[in-house]
């Protein structure tokens, strides 16, 4: 009931537009890493500082205008040039949606391909994140297309999808992120149930840390990451091939306490005008982070 609500309120046009307007608030600040590129570059630096790697999410949804796209994707070369120039060590998550892809299919594709090949030319990788199951296959159709030209470019497997498995093995060849899936899916396409997603998760995770490029490990479960922690023991997989990712703000202890002990480690970062929609789904997916907003609220 509160999953649909949040991500009901998530889909809200006029809050995601107004919420652009007021600034980071309601706790989003705690979870977003600032509104500009300066803040987050600070941000970056301070979590490197830590032997944290980061990947950069210049935040938007809701993308029906060509000016958008495009000033979307000027922001988004910005943020590639200044991890350059500050020799960060980071790189780039970003959404096809973002970049046109609901105006139109070739728009969108030639404003990744603008990225892609300026990432590659500093050797920077770009990370197509995943949608909705309406934008799943164009999103990979458009990987597709860019890794005829590039190796700079991968993607995200989500676990609840019964398709995943077949998905996972055709681009095992990529560095892939693994989740859970955090949108509102039916029963016509995904597991409904947390027991069959959590199940799936973790069979994906093992099968790509045996048979893959190279493994994002992507969730705040404790007791996945454990599991995980003794498989590639057991494994012997070595630390170059996996690493462990959580979004920005969330279980700090945790991130520090896995990069402490020597494991890859990468925190995905999100920044912008257009923390709304994030902001919502992180709320539907974990309702007690319910409890960001109340300290944050107490604490004006
Ligand atoms: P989940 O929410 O299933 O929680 C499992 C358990 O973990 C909880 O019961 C609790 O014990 C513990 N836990 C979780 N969060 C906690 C917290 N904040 N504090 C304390 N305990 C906590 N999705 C998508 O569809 N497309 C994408 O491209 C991405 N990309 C992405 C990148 C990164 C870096 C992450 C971490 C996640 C995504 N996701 C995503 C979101 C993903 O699909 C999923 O919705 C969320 O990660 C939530 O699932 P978890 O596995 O983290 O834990």
Redesign the pocket.
């Known amino acids: 009931m509160i999953k649909d609500l949040f991500i009901g309120l998530s889909k809200n046009q006029l809050l995601n537009q107004a919420a652009k307007k007021y600034g980071l608030r309601l706790g989003a600040q705690s979870v977003v890493a600032g509104t500009n590129l300066e803040e987050t570059m600070k941000s970056i630096k301070e979590l490197n500082s830590l032997g944290i790697s980061c990947?950069v999410d210049n935040l938007g949804e809701f993308v029906f205008e060509r000016s958008e796209a495009i000033k979307a994707k000027e922001q988004i070369l910005k943020a590639i040039d200044m991890i350059h120039t500050n020799q960060l060590d980071a790189h780039i998550?970003l959404k096809a949606t973002q970049l046109g892809l609901d105006i139109d299919y070739d728009f969108c594709l030639n404003n990744l391909k603008e990225i892609v090949e300026k990432a590659s030319n500093y050797h920077m990788f770009i990370n197509i994140?995943?949608?909705d199951q309406s934008h799943l296959q164009p999103s990979f159709d458009i990987l597709d297309e860019l890794s005829k030209e590039f190796d700079n470019v991968g993607t995200?497997i989500?676990a609840y999808f019964y398709r995943a498995e077949e998905d996972l093995q055709k681009y095992k060849n990529f560095r892939l992120?693994i989740?859970?899936?955090?949108?509102k899916e039916s029963g016509e396409h995904a597991f409904q149930e947390?027991q069959e997603i959590?199940a799936n998760?973790i069979k994906l995770i093992k099968w790509h840390l045996l048979n893959g490029k190279f493994t994002?490990i992507?969730?705040?479960?404790?007791?996945?990451i454990n599991q995980i922690k003794s498989f590639v023991k057991e494994h012997k997989i070595p630390k170059e091939k996996f690493e462990f990712?959580?979004?920005y703000g969330?279980?700090k202890e945790l991130q520090f306490g896995l990069a402490k002990e020597g494991y890859n480690f990468?925190?995905?970062v999100p920044f912008g005008e257009d923390w709304y929609g994030y902001f919502m789904?992180r709320l539907a997916?974990?309702p007690?982070?319910l409890k960001l907003v109340a300290s944050q609220v107490l604490n004006k």
């Open positions: 990947t998550s994140d995943m949608e995200v989500q992120r989740v859970k899936g955090a949108y947390k959590d998760f994002s992507a969730t705040h479960d404790h007791r996945v990712q959580m979004l969330f279980r990468c925190t995905y789904r997916e974990r007690q982070n």
